[in-house]
Nanobody
């Protein structure tokens, strides 16, 4: 069982930065793909960024150039650095760990952290 704990959310003004952290219960990055998702009120959850077990990073077009994903294996932590925040970035951000094993997908989620961008 993998446990994920997010932190770092809060209320910020447009243009500000935040860094979200997702700490896992163990050393999983070598076998799990990690992702950040977000869900705004009344909307479906959407993918924001991923980093594969091999370390390949990707962010979706809507946040490209503003958000970056990284990880620190020594700290068992994945980060989402969010710069130039906009009101439309307001959402609950959740961390996800996923891997394939013998044709079956295993997924774990954190509890989420609220990010509110407002003046």
């Amino acid at each position: 069982q993998v446990q994920l704990v997010e932190s770092g959310g809060g209320l910020v003004q447009p243009g500000a930065s935040l860094r979200l952290s997702c700490t896992s219960s163990g050393s999983i990055f070598s076998i799990y793909n990690m992702g950040w998702y977000r869900q705004a009120p009344g909307k479906q959850r959407e993918l924001v960024a991923t980093i594969t077990s091999g370390g390949i990073e990707n962010v979706v077009d809507s946040v490209k150039g503003r958000f970056t994903i990284s990880r620190d294996g020594a700290k068992n932590t994945v980060y989402l650095q969010m710069n130039s925040l906009k009101p439309e970035d307001t959402a609950v951000y959740s961390c996800n760990a996923q891997r394939w094993n013998r044709g079956r997908s295993y997924e774990y989620w954190g509890q989420g952290t609220q990010v509110t961008v407002s003046s």
